[in-house]
């Protein structure tokens, strides 16, 4: 019989109790999210017991955006823990590929060019950020089998200061589109609807499940690039289906959401200073953190402003963002 | 000559240029013979108002400028080790926006000749607490980098709180002045803050050689004798300065402290002795462009220099980027 | 099956290694020495094909090692090397498990055998205490030796190792030495980079001397540890005489003039 050692056995409880209350800050998130909104008559009661309005309200109205709340944070939190570990870099999250800026490029282009406003809007932002992601990637090397990390952050750089330029440029020539633009810039799910919802979570399962498969290659990563190439995972192919599953990720959460940077780049640090650094525990702890924030940021932006809603991005750097500094002041284990 | 001389003396002669052009352009386009008549004062046609009221400050601030805020970035990246640090990190944009709208909502709006000052102690004192919030444990670069994280987004949610809920009339002027533009700025703006900053610059190239020493980690460098918390604090004081004050009279313009330290790394390679120079020069050419192109690119708009500091700087990063080796991370 | 070097042309942009054919005996000890930028790093790095020869062949156990694909590579040749990353947050039990990495499937789940070989790599560089102790908290003697628990839970035929023994002092340099020897006893065949002559001659069974990104000399320490090589290859004047207690060549530098 195989003995289990103390000090195993207690960060088995330890991270089993951490599970736990991450699934229970999930299911309160939601719940709180589900039950408010602008009608302020359809409140938690409803949920088990609804009438035929609060059936409406709840089916057509916040299930939609609550649903879109988690997937995003799933998304994004995903995202930026691939980056991370493939760039070995802490500052990566999404915004550095490029994408963010991209989606905002499409979006500014779809307002001021008739023939991209043909196309549609949300359309041009998901082509925005598959654009401004390929462009980073050709940058870094991708297509000609060398990919670089330090390339790739840097020509992420560049690509998302340029694009971002170019939006600010189009705001400069007509104030109206300013209007439009600056709203969905901050990130909103404020009028999001079933469509919009179906898509983003349609690629959050699997986006979970190609983390998980990556995730061991993500541990290897961190040891080095020769050390993961003699543990026999070669560190081009890491970094070139980590950037693929967090363009993918990213680029479809700001297509319906806009940019949401403080979830991407921080609550893989949150996860990471409670669950530790392996990245298989790691993938599930993200997906449970990042949608446990968003819930409760979304329920907190339609009350604490009430009756303006505030955008969700701003309420989640203001839950995270002090609990990020607490842990962060208190780390150990750097340098 | 060596190498990095040589691209130095181009980026000057760039640089000359640039100013030249710079003053040239606008509104009313003026021919190089005027300026040179006005500026040296000699006989024949000049225009005394426009280029000694308008343009010369601007262009002179805008080199002063650009060159604190190349020169702050590249030490920001020296001292936390990290290619995507910049005065951002350090929280100044954010720690000057938010007590930028403060003043407005608490005090119920500042004349906006304060607006430089109030920006200026924002952004320092966001610094300051990042600094002594990474004190808590032993400052590690790591550590700096994730605590600068987090008190910056901490001050932006601020910032977008108070957008959402505030009245936008208030805040629209308050907001403009940060965007990273030069426009209606004069003497009393560049001689408000171009002595202090040209001063800091000189005491950062003095110390450059320190910043070599200290990017081979604080145990190598505490072993060739250096107090390196020390010099730290102090190299990151100079940087926090040279940023805040510079936003304080021209706003964020993000891309030249972020991609300035790059483009020349790409130049001229890692040691800080001949990096900063380069650095400083490369930044205040491409705010000198970026500043002349706004006004001279589609008449009778001017399109702020920060965004026009990105669209002209992005594409030669890159082309940089793809024709040259980068050194090996350390 | 030996490790054999065809022809091999290899290295960076500022440094070559050129037309290298050798043959590295199956089950030796084989310690690669040679001045400060010889090429005996870029040497151990061709034949992990941590780095592709620009020319030439390299042959691990009759095969091609070209041919393979990565993780096959790692199931067969197991690195040390000479600056490993300590990554954050990572205990000493899950560093060692890394080493099973090239045995197991895409998501590196463990099973029972993995888990005995974890076990039993921990105890054999008896480290089984600081299992759950976090890898960037230990000492850098201590650190060393979860590196080589990775190493040895790979279990490779061949192990390589890139200056195993610098920066350590003189009883962990020993202890490394010794696990070596106890490797290579097992029947594996170990290649390592060592910048002592002495030891080099006392532990290995073969010595391969490299000297500007050439092969100078191999064989076994007597024939080639010679007064002659140190100071035509180092530079050096030294005798030579036989270790008391191994009889292995030992080299003594002489005052320089």
């Given at each position: 019989m195989k003995s289990v050692p103390a000090g195993n056995l207690r960060a088995g409880i330890v991270r089993g109790a951490s599970a736990a209350l991450l699934l229970g800050a999930v299911a309160v998130g939601a719940l709180w999210s589900l039950s408010t909104g602008?009608?302020?008559?359809?409140?938690?009661?409803?949920?088990?017991?609804?009438?035929?309005?609060?059936?409406?309200?709840?089916?057509?109205?916040?299930?939609?955006?609550?649903?879109?709340?988690?997937?995003?944070?799933?998304?994004?939190?995903?995202?930026?823990?691939?980056?991370?570990?493939?760039?070995?870099?802490?500052?990566?999250?999404?915004?550095?590929?490029?994408?963010?800026?991209?989606?905002?490029?499409?979006?500014?282009?779809?307002?001021?060019?008739?023939?991209?406003?043909?196309?549609?809007?949300?359309?041009?932002?998901?082509?925005?950020?598959?654009?401004?992601?390929?462009?980073?990637?050709?940058?870094?090397?991708?297509?000609?089998?060398?990919?670089?990390?330090?390339?790739?952050?840097?020509?992420?750089?560049?690509?998302?200061?340029?694009?971002?330029?170019?939006?600010?440029?189009?705001?400069?020539?007509?104030?109206?589109?300013?209007?439009?633009?600056?709203?969905?810039?901050?990130?909103?799910?404020?009028?999001?609807?079933?469509?919009?919802?179906?898509?983003?979570?349609?690629?959050?399962?699997?986006?979970?499940?190609?983390?998980?498969?990556?995730?061991?290659?993500?541990?290897?990563?961190?040891?080095?690039?020769?050390?993961?190439?003699?543990?026999?995972?070669?560190?081009?192919?890491?970094?070139?289906?980590?950037?693929?599953?967090?363009?993918?990720?990213?680029?479809?959460?700001?297509?319906?959401?806009?940019?949401?940077?403080?979830?991407?780049?921080?609550?893989?640090?949150?996860?990471?200073?409670?669950?530790?650094?392996?990245?298989?525990?790691?993938?599930?702890?993200?997906?449970?953190l990042g949608a446990a924030l968003m819930l409760l940021a979304d329920a907190l932006s339609k009350v604490l402003t009430a009756p303006i809603e505030a955008p969700i991005g701003a309420i989640a750097a203001l839950i995270g963002a002090p609990w990020f500094l607490w842990l962060a002041v208190r780390a150990k284990g750097f340098e | 000559?060596?190498?990095?001389?040589?691209?130095?003396?181009?980026?000057?002669?760039?640089?000359?240029?640039?100013?030249?052009?710079?003053?040239?352009?606008?509104?009313?386009?003026?021919?190089?013979?005027?300026?040179?008549?006005?500026?040296?004062?000699?006989?024949?046609?000049?225009?005394?108002?426009?280029?000694?009221?308008?343009?010369?400050?601007?262009?002179?601030?805008?080199?002063?400028?650009?060159?604190?805020?190349?020169?702050?970035?590249?030490?920001?990246?020296?001292?936390?080790?990290?290619?995507?640090?910049?005065?951002?990190?350090?929280?100044?944009?954010?720690?000057?926006?938010?007590?930028?709208?403060?003043?407005?909502?608490?005090?119920?709006?500042?004349?906006?000749?304060?607006?430089?000052?109030?920006?200026?102690?924002?952004?320092?004192?966001?610094?300051?607490?990042?600094?002594?919030?990474?004190?808590?444990?032993?400052?590690?670069?790591?550590?700096?980098?994730?605590?600068?994280?987090?008190?910056?987004?901490?001050?932006?949610?601020?910032v977008d709180f108070i957008l959402v809920t505030a009245d936008t009339y208030d805040i629209s002027a308050p907001l403009v002045w940060l965007t990273g533009s030069l426009w209606s700025r004069g003497w009393s703006h560049l001689g408000a803050v171009a002595p202090l900053l040209i001063c800091l610059m000189g005491v950062c190239l003095l110390l450059s050689y320190r910043l070599d020493i200290i990017r081979l980690g604080s145990a190598q460098a505490t072993g060739l004798g250096m107090h390196v918390r020390r010099a730290r604090l102090v190299l990151l004081t100079l940087a926090t300065l040279l940023a805040a004050v510079s936003v304080s009279v021209v706003g964020v313009l993000g891309f030249v402290g972020l991609m300035a330290p790059h483009i020349a790394r790409l130049l001229v390679g890692g040691a800080h002795r001949t990096l900063l120079p380069v650095a400083l020069l490369v930044g205040a050419l491409l705010v000198v462009?970026?500043?002349?192109?706004?006004?001279?690119?589609?008449?009778?708009?001017?399109?702020?220099?920060?965004?026009?500091?990105?669209?002209f700087g992005a594409p030669f990063f890159v082309f940089l980027l793809l024709t040259r080796e980068i050194e090996a991370r350390s | 099956m030996s490790i054999v070097l065809n022809d091999i042309a290899s290295g960076y942009d500022g440094f070559r290694l050129r037309s290298v054919t050798l043959e590295i005996a199956d089950q030796s000890m084989t310690a690669l020495i040679g001045p400060n930028g010889c090429g005996k790093s870029t040497l151990l790095k061709t034949i992990a094909r941590q780095l592709d020869p620009r020319g030439g062949k390299v042959t691990v156990g009759g095969t091609d090692i070209s041919t393979l694909r990565t993780k096959e590579v790692a199931q067969r040749i197991a690195v040390l090397p000479q600056h490993p990353v300590v990554p954050p947050g990572i205990t000493v039990e899950q560093l060692v498990s890394y080493g099973r990495a090239p045995h197991q499937n895409l998501l590196g789940f463990r099973t029972e055998a993995d888990d005995a070989k974890i076990e039993e790599a921990l105890r054999t560089v008896a480290i089984t205490g600081l299992a759950h102790r976090l890898v960037s908290d230990l000492s850098g003697g201590q650190r060393q030796r979860a590196f080589l628990a990775m190493v040895i839970a790979q279990d490779t035929p061949y192990v390589l190792f890139d200056e195993p023994t610098s920066f350590l002092d003189i009883r962990y340099q020993y202890e490394v030495l010794d696990l070596m020897a106890a490797l290579n006893r097992s029947g594996k065949t170990v290649v390592a980079v060592l910048h002592d002559i002495s030891q080099a001659a006392r532990y290995a069974t073969d010595v391969v001397v490299m000297e500007e990104g050439q092969l100078r000399t191999h064989g076994a320490p007597r024939d080639t540890v010679t007064e002659e090589l140190l100071s035509s290859v180092y530079g050096i004047r030294a005798t030579i005489f036989d270790d008391p207690v191994t009889g292995t060549p030992m080299v003594s530098p002489l005052a320089q003039e």
């Open positions: 602008g009608r302020s008559d359809v409140g938690f009661g409803d949920l088990f017991r609804p009438d035929d309005l609060a059936r409406t309200v709840l089916s057509d109205i916040r299930a939609p955006r609550t649903l879109a709340a988690a997937c995003l944070g799933i998304n994004l939190g995903i995202a930026g823990l691939a980056l991370q570990a493939i760039t070995r870099n802490p500052l990566a999250s999404p915004a550095i590929l490029g994408i963010n800026q991209g989606a905002a490029l499409g979006l500014a282009l779809a307002f001021v060019l008739p023939i991209f406003g043909a196309v549609g809007p949300e359309l041009m932002a998901i082509l925005g950020a598959f654009g401004a992601g390929v462009l980073t990637f050709a940058i870094a090397g991708g297509f000609g089998g060398r990919m670089d990390a330090m390339r790739l952050i840097l020509g992420g750089v560049a690509v998302g200061a340029f694009s971002y330029a170019v939006v600010r440029f189009t705001f400069t020539l007509e104030d109206d589109i300013a209007r439009s633009v600056v709203r969905w810039t901050v990130g909103d799910i404020t009028d999001i609807r079933w469509d919009a919802t179906l898509r983003l979570s349609a690629w959050s399962i699997p986006g979970i499940i190609a983390a998980m498969i990556l995730s061991q290659r993500f541990n290897l990563v961190a040891l080095g690039q020769d050390a993961a190439r003699g543990l026999g995972a070669d560190p081009r192919v890491t970094l070139l289906l980590g950037t693929v599953l967090a363009a993918v990720l990213a680029g479809v959460s700001v297509s319906v959401a806009g940019p949401i940077s403080f979830t991407g780049l921080v609550v893989p640090h949150l996860a990471r200073f409670l669950f530790g650094g392996d990245h298989r525990i790691l993938v599930p702890a993200v997906a449970g | 000559m060596t190498r990095p001389l040589r691209i130095g003396l181009v980026l000057l002669t760039g640089l000359i240029a640039a100013m030249l052009v710079s003053l040239a352009v606008g509104a009313v386009a003026i021919p190089l013979s005027v300026i040179v008549n006005t500026l040296l004062d000699l006989d024949g046609p000049q225009q005394d108002f426009i280029i000694n009221r308008s343009r010369l400050p601007r262009t002179l601030l805008a080199v002063v400028t650009g060159a604190s805020l190349a020169m702050s970035g590249a030490i920001i990246q020296a001292l936390l080790r990290n290619p995507l640090a910049s005065p951002k990190i350090i929280g100044i944009n954010s720690g000057a926006a938010l007590a930028v709208l403060l003043s407005v909502v608490l005090a119920g709006g500042v004349p906006l000749g304060f607006l430089p000052a109030v920006a200026a102690l924002g952004g320092v004192a966001a610094a300051a607490i990042i600094y002594i919030l990474a004190e808590v444990r032993p400052v590690s670069p790591a550590r700096l980098a994730l605590v600068g994280i987090a008190v910056g987004f901490t001050a932006d949610a601020g462009i970026a500043d002349a192109a706004g006004r001279a690119l589609v008449p009778g708009i001017e399109i702020s220099a920060g965004i026009l500091t990105a669209i | -």
